[in-house]
Structure formats: structure tokens, C-alpha cells
């Protein structure tokens, strides 16, 4: 037989054969088919998990996932370009808001602006009210229940840095859309409990330098003096060895604005002005500031000069500044090179303080009274995995069992196992090479693709068989269209019953859906025209 | 052929009506089920965390079973012990207080076998619960109506497609009633089996009406031949899914076993209406539908 009769003769079968040595290869092969840069740092840890190119998810591999909403809502308003700031603070100033949670935002692409705030115990018909007083037209019923997409995509940023610098590698972050108009954001990380994971996520991370000092008439004030968009660098967490103290080094922005001031400079102006690089260096009391408890004490009898490091306005630190400091700010010296360091009381605290200021403050709080969480040790995770391979196989050798004592003939029931499981090593193939996270969900479908395969095969088996034996080609061709009329209908009943699963956010359905609806695509384009020409092959007289 | 083989029933015996009776009086006893829990609890089947909230810990501890909920400042809901491994036990509550409750564990749960304490968490706040809720329904009405839809598009002809639609309505109220007798929370995986369930359980109707409305021949030869076929691949899916149910029970996964379980039911029910239903439907059809 020349090659080109022969492949037009067993096209369907080669077909199959091509599409399980890919997925073979793609299972087995180090590296699999991924040709993606990105991924080589990631597939060091694959090799190391096992001798497949799978890749687990939290439910199979251990690990934290929180999901909750972003707290907050925002109006479309209508307002000229120059006019964003002073609406922000009518906002502020109307609602008793920190200044963080008030942003109006110009929208580029379509040319319009929001407002929005993030504050829990802020009504829709408060922010209205609010918005009318700062000149703006919004109505109660105009104001959306949700942040803005800018907004959302800020707070995944912001966790993503956090996580990696927290070190560790393999979390995401995603949003996800629920059935009304509102998004949950969603946190994954492997290795994490949920303690961390929560923490990281509640801390909303503004970080304040706020100056302590005695005001006009003698009185103690409060002036924040640095915030965190004011650093224009930041270090990572140190230890003085010598004076044995923990600190971050930071650089101010001293770049200059259109009116020639700058972060840098600035805040040098204020800390000469309020006499921090005169008389008041060295006079920050210890005590004022209680490590232990975190308590800010303002029952003092001298004037204090003090710099506070304040976290989500908590005091985290109070420091007076050190003369070197105070000599450089006060000759003006100070804003070309200007660095110092923040010191805090533990390793601990300089960690997230440096992960705060790297990061950035979340630009919207989420709102964990709306969370779901989910978390799994490793070493259990471990035996799902196990538990997940012996269902499996227990269930294809039930279907297998059942299919032979239907059948007693080995001739149809053998090809018809095997091309099951063709299926599903596809599938498998398919979920390495595009690195598709495997749960317990993906297990049920795998296991229901089995199912809906072996179904499929019966009825071309039946088909084929019925009515006597098949003799010639044609008899065969004929019949197998007719079983195929059949599988694809109730192929495609499946699909449609599953494809709202596969979009809606159901969490861990998704993946059971996704998976047994490619299976049968699969079995209907690959597998199942396959199986019809081993059947052929077997059973007529040639 | 075959260790087993499909019986032939002969259905010249009953009438339309008798046949239908059997199906129709189950789906009724299903119905009144649903209702009276509906009546009796405020929902038609209990929902699970998944819904309405709440955390579930798996626990891996020394400390036996009857001495766990004193562990917690909160009564827990349930307690159910993994049957494959020595030790462990799924700990259900009301609260959503996760950080808490990990806490009380932590400190009151003799560590077992080295491992941490806690070997799982999950918790769903109420107003979470509620949005999936949402989704779940919309998800169930959503695939329902296509099936519905394309099982007109493939039959044209209205009772045969009514047929199919009423016994897969039939097929999910079976297994729901199932859930709130025997008392199994509807959670995200039993909505998977019910959505799987849509599709499964249409094949075999799919294939009745295929063979006696589109081939030529006698109504009870293409019925027999049918049956064969759908029978076959009904059983052996029930199989798969009673032996995946039964397993992952053991192994204490519960999406797998509650997923294995319900279509186990569900497909159950599908004979029943497949070959009782939507077959004196059919017959009907075929002897006084099309005449008219």
C-alpha cells in the first residue's frame, strides 16, 4: 500500500495517534511543549513535584485562597479637568474620611471622571450628598456599588507585590465577576496560612511619617510630614549591627514639581520650620512611645520633638532625629542626597514596613466580612492527590469490567477502554502544556469524561454490531454515520448544560466543566472517529 | 452475548397510561418531598456551607471524637470522622469566625501523627454564600432551558421533545428529593452532578427517540434495540459513579463523593423515566399523535 492510501485510509487512527504522543510528550518530557520564556523559573519546581509536567492547584498541592470584594462605590461625575483635587477633599472633609479613601480619577480612553470612596460606614445617599456640596451633580441612584476597574487593578498590584515580597513565589491574584455587577478579588497563595494570607491582605499599609511637635502657643501637633508616594526608593530590611537596631533606609522624591518644590525638599523645610534640626534634637522621650503595647503616650511634662512611623494610623515608632541628620537638613545639604532610616523595634515590623512602602498603600480596603476562604496543608493535599489517582483508576476499571461482561468479546470492549483512556491522556496532555492548575474539580471531570466517553462507544459499538455482521465498508461507513448523529446530540447536550458553569464563577466547578466539556470535544473530533476505524478494522472481513 | 443482558420487557402488556403512572407518581412523591421540607425548613433541599455560610475544619488530632466540639466555644454542627485515615475528622459550624475557631483548635486539639493540627480550612461568609446561591440557580435554569431548546431543535415535533424535557425535569427533582430525605446538603459539588446529570441523563432519551422516530421498522424493535444500547450506557455510568462516590467517601473527599452520589440517584431515576415516561409518551406519539 503506497503512504498516501495508507494515510487516507487511517487518517483517523493516526489522528488519535499524533494527539496522544503530544500529550505524552507534553506530560513527561522536561520541559513539555511550553515554549514560554517566563515559565523555565517555574518548571524547576514541577520537576521537583513529580515525574509529570501537571501542575496542582490549592486543592491538590496545599495552600490559602481568600476571596472577598473590595469595600467601596464610586459616581460617574461630570467635571472639569483641574477639578479633581478639590473635590477629593470636599469628599474627605464632608464625609470625616482619611484622605486615602476619597479619589476622583480622569478615565483616559472615554474621557470622563469618578469619584470614589472607600469607606465602609459611608451610605450612597452620604456620598451624594457629599458629591452636591462639592458642586457635582449625582443623584443617590447614581452611585455604582462597586470601585472602578482602575481601582481593582491597583489592589491586585499592590497584593502581588506583596506577595512576592513576602518571598514567595507561585501566588495570584485575579478578579472575579459574580452575577450581579459586583468583582471579588481573589488571592491564591501556596504556603501560606491563612493567618498570613488574611493579615497581608487587611493590612491596608499606608504609611505615614508624621512630626510630633510643640505648635504655636506651645501645644503639642500632630503634621504628617512624609507620605508613602513621597519615597522615591526603598530599601530592604536591615539591622544596624553596631548600635543594634532594626530600620529600612529610604530615599525621598526629590524630583522637582512645576513650582520647584519637591517631596525632598520640602519636607526638609518642615522639619527646619518646626525646629526638629534646632532645638529639637535628641528630645524625643523613649518612654512616650511604648514598643510593647503600641500605646502613644501624650501625657508629658517637656516639649517633645518626635518623628512618628505610623501604619494604618497605628504609631509603630517614635524617634527624635539624630543630630548628623538634623546638621545636614538644617545647612540645606540634606535634599541633594536624601536619604535616612526609618527604624523600628523588631525584624519583623522592618519586613512589612518595607513591604508596605514597596507596595503602596491598597488603594481600597477589602472587605472580609465577604470573604470566602479556603486553605489546605500540604501533607493532606499530598493525599488527595494520591486518593484522586486511585479513584480514578478504580472508576476506568469498573467501566471496564462492566464493558466486558457486556460485550465478552475482547475485540470490541479492549479498544474500547483504551481509547477511553486515550481521552483522558489528551486532556492530561492538554492541561500540561498550557499549565492549567489541577484541583479536585478537574479530577471529578476527568472521571466524567470517562464516562460520557465510554457511553459514546457503546453506542457506535451497538450501532456497528446491530442488525448482523458488518461485511462490507460501505455497510460499516453508514452505520457508523447514523451512531454518529446520535453522539453528537448528546454531545452537545452536555456542552450546553455545562458551558454556564465553565463561565460563571463558581468557584471550583469552573474546572470540572472546563475539563469534561474539551473531553468531549475531544471524544467527538478525535477519539471517537477513531474507535470507529479500530472497530472496522476488527470486524470486517478484509 | 454478554455476562448481562438487557431484558426485553413486553410493552404491549401495559397501557400508555399504566406505564406513565409508575414515573408520574414518583416525580409527585419528589415533588411533595421538596415541598414539604420547603414548608417545614425554608428551603426544598438543606443548603450546605457552600450557600449559607460557614467554616469547615478538617482536624488531624489525638483527642477522640466525642471530646472534639468541647475543643470549641461553638457547638459544632457536625462531626464526621475520615474513614481512610485514622484521626481525622471534618468539624462543621455555623460561624464563619475561621481565625477563631483555627485558634481554638490549635490550642485544645491534641496534635496526632506529627502533622499540623489543622489539615483544612474553608469558610464562605453569608452574603458570599448568597451571591454563589445566586449563581448556582442561574446556572441550573440557564442549562436546563438550553437542553430544553436544543432538544426542540433536534426533534421538531413537539411531544417527542417534551418527552425528553419532562423526564430530565423528572431526572434532577428525583435526586434532589434524595438530598433532602436522606439528608445531603446541596452544595457546589452536588450542583456539578445535577448539571452533569442534565447532560447524561438526555443521551438515553436522545437515543430512544432517535431510534424510533428517525429509523424505519417496528416500534418495539427499535425500542428493544434502544434500550439495549441505553442501558448499557447507563449502567455502566452508574457504576463508575457509584464506585467514585463510594470511594472518595472513604477517602473523605467530599466533592467527589457527593458528585458521585447524586448521579448515581439521578441516573437511577433516568431508567425509570427513559424507558417508562418518555417511552409510553413516544408510543402515544407514534400510534395517535401523528395520525392526528
Not at chain 2, 167 to 176: K, M, R, W
Request: proline share 3%; aromatic share 8%; hydrophobic share 45%.
Amino acid at each position: 500500500m503506497n503512504p498516501i492510501a495508507f494515510v487516507k485510509e487511517y487518517w483517523r487512527i493516526l489522528l488519535l495517534v499524533v494527539f496522544v504522543s503530544a500529550a505524552l510528550v507534553a506530560l513527561f518530557v522536561p520541559g513539555g511543549v511550553t515554549d514560554d520564556d517566563t515559565v523555565v523559573e517555574g518548571e524547576n519546581e514541577t520537576i521537583d513535584a513529580g515525574p509529570t509536567n501537571l501542575e496542582y492547584g490549592l486543592g491538590l498541592d496545599g495552600g490559602t485562597r481568600i476571596s472577598a470584594p473590595p469595600v467601596g462605590m464610586s459616581a460617574d461625575i461630570d467635571i472639569e479637568s483641574g477639578q479633581e483635587r478639590e473635590v477629593e477633599t470636599t469628599l474627605r472633609d464632608e464625609l470625616g474620611i482619611d484622605a486615602a479613601d476619597a479619589v476622583v480619577r480622569y478615565h483616559e480612553d472615554d474621557d470622563r471622571f469618578t469619584a470614589e470612596v472607600f469607606a465602609e460606614e459611608v451610605t450612597a445617599a452620604e456620598f451624594a450628598a457629599a458629591l452636591q456640596e462639592a458642586g457635582v451633580d449625582v443623584e443617590e441612584g447614581d452611585v455604582d456599588d462597586e470601585v472602578t476597574q482602575q481601582t481593582r487593578d491597583e489592589i491586585i498590584q499592590t497584593i502581588e507585590l506583596r506577595i512576592n515580597e513576602a518571598g514567595l513565589s507561585g501566588g495570584t491574584v485575579y478578579q472575579e465577576a459574580t452575577v450581579g455587577d459586583g468583582y471579588y478579588i481573589v488571592t491564591e497563595v501556596p504556603g501560606m496560612s491563612p493567618g498570613e494570607l488574611r493579615e497581608l491582605l487587611t493590612e491596608r499599609g499606608d504609611v505615614q511619617i508624621v512630626a510630633y511637635y510643640p505648635g504655636e502657643n506651645g501645644t503639642q501637633t500632630n503634621e504628617t510630614v512624609l507620605r508613602s508616594e513621597d519615597f522615591a526608593s526603598v530599601g530592604s530590611a536591615s539591622y544596624n549591627d553596631r548600635q543594634g537596631y532594626h530600620y529600612v533606609p529610604v530615599t525621598v522624591d526629590d524630583s522637582e514639581a512645576n513650582d520647584g518644590s519637591s517631596p525632598a525638599a520640602d519636607y526638609q523645610a518642615a522639619m527646619n520650620e518646626y525646629g526638629f534640626t534646632g532645638e529639637g534634637i535628641g528630645q524625643c522621650n523613649p518612654n512616650i512611645h511604648d514598643r510593647e503595647t503600641g500605646e502613644f503616650d501624650t501625657d508629658h511634662d517637656a516639649q517633645q520633638w518626635c518623628l512618628l512611623t505610623v501604619v494604618d494610623d497605628e504609631v509603630v515608632d517614635a524617634h527624635s532625629m539624630s543630630p548628623d541628620l538634623a546638621d545636614s537638613m538644617a545647612s540645606g545639604d540634606w535634599e541633594n542626597d536624601p536619604v535616612f532610616q526609618m527604624i523600628v523595634p523588631s525584624q519583623q515590623d522592618a519586613n512589612t514596613l518595607a513591604v508596605n512602602l514597596q507596595s503602596g498603600a491598597l488603594t481600597a480596603p477589602l472587605d472580609l466580612e465577604q470573604e470566602q476562604t479556603f486553605s489546605l496543608e500540604p501533607a493532606l493535599a499530598d493525599q488527595f492527590k494520591t486518593y484522586s489517582l486511585l479513584i480514578g483508576v478504580l472508576s476506568v476499571l469498573t467501566v471496564s469490567g462492566t464493558v466486558y461482561l457486556r460485550y465478552s468479546d475482547r475485540r470490541v470492549a479492549a479498544p474500547m477502554i483504551l481509547t477511553a483512556l486515550a481521552e483522558v491522556v489528551i486532556l492530561l496532555g492538554f492541561a500540561a502544556a498550557i499549565r492549567m492548575p489541577l484541583d479536585l474539580s478537574h479530577v471529578a471531570g476527568f472521571i466524567a469524561v470517562v464516562g460520557t466517553g465510554v457511553d459514546d462507544l457503546i453506542i457506535i459499538a451497538d450501532e456497528v454490531m446491530d442488525e448482523g455482521d458488518v461485511s462490507s465498508r460501505r455497510v460499516f461507513e453508514s452505520r457508523f454515520r447514523k451512531a454518529f448523529w446520535v453522539i453528537g446530540a448528546a454531545a452537545a447536550t452536555t456542552i450546553i448544560a455545562l458551558s454556564p458553569l465553565a463561565v460563571l464563577s463558581l468557584g471550583d466547578l469552573r474546572g470540572f466543566a472546563i475539563i469534561t466539556i474539551l473531553g468531549v470535544l475531544v471524544g467527538v473530533l478525535i477519539t471517537r472517529p477513531a474507535y470507529g476505524d479500530i472497530l472496522q478494522r476488527l470486524l470486517t472481513d478484509r | 452475548m454478554g455476562y448481562f443482558d438487557v431484558p426485553e420487557i413486553d410493552y404491549t402488556r401495559y397501557s400508555d397510561r399504566q406505564l406513565a403512572a409508575v414515573p408520574l407518581a414518583v416525580l409527585g412523591v419528589a415533588l411533595l418531598v421538596l415541598a414539604g421540607s420547603f414548608l417545614l425548613l425554608g428551603t426544598p433541599v438543606q443548603l450546605g456551607m457552600d450557600f449559607v455560610g460557614g467554616t469547615e475544619l478538617t482536624v488531624q488530632t489525638a483527642t477522640p471524637e466525642e471530646e472534639i466540639p468541647g475543643a470549641f466555644e461553638e457547638e459544632p454542627e457536625s462531626i464526621q470522622s475520615v474513614a481512610s485515615a485514622e484521626n481525622q475528622y471534618i468539624v462543621q459550624f455555623v460561624s464563619t469566625d475561621q481565625e477563631g475557631l483555627s485558634e481554638q483548635a490549635e490550642t485544645n486539639l491534641e496534635p496526632a501523627g506529627g502533622g499540623e493540627v489543622i489539615q483544612q480550612v474553608s469558610s464562605t461568609s453569608a452574603s458570599f454564600g448568597e451571591q454563589t446561591q445566586r449563581t448556582a440557580l442561574l446556572g441550573l435554569a440557564v442549562a436546563f432551558l438550553g437542553m430544553s431548546a436544543l432538544a426542540f431543535a433536534l426533534f421538531r415535533t413537539f411531544v417527542p421533545s417534551i418527552a425528553i424535557v419532562v423526564s430530565a425535569f423528572s431526572d434532577l427533582v428525583i435526586p434532589l428529593a434524595f438530598m433532602s430525605l436522606v439528608g445531603i446538603r446541596l452544595s457546589l459539588g452536588t450542583v456539578a452532578a445535577l448539571l452533569m446529570l442534565i447532560g447524561y441523563s438526555v443521551d438515553s432519551d436522545i437515543l430512544l427517540n432517535n431510534h424510533v422516530l428517525r429509523r424505519g421498522g417496528d416500534f418495539y424493535e427499535s425500542t428493544h434495540r434502544a434500550m439495549r444500547t441505553g442501558i448499557t450506557m447507563t449502567v455502566t455510568s452508574m457504576t463508575a459513579m457509584l464506585v467514585m462516590g463510594v470511594a472518595a467517601w472513604i477517602f473523605g473527599v467530599e466533592l467527589l463523593s457527593s458528585i458521585g452520589i447524586i448521579l448515581f440517584v439521578g441516573l437511577t431515576a433516568d431508567l425509570m423515566n427513559t424507558y417508562l415516561l418518555n417511552l409510553s409518551l413516544l408510543r402515544w406519539y407514534k400510534f395517535h399523535g401523528v395520525a392526528r
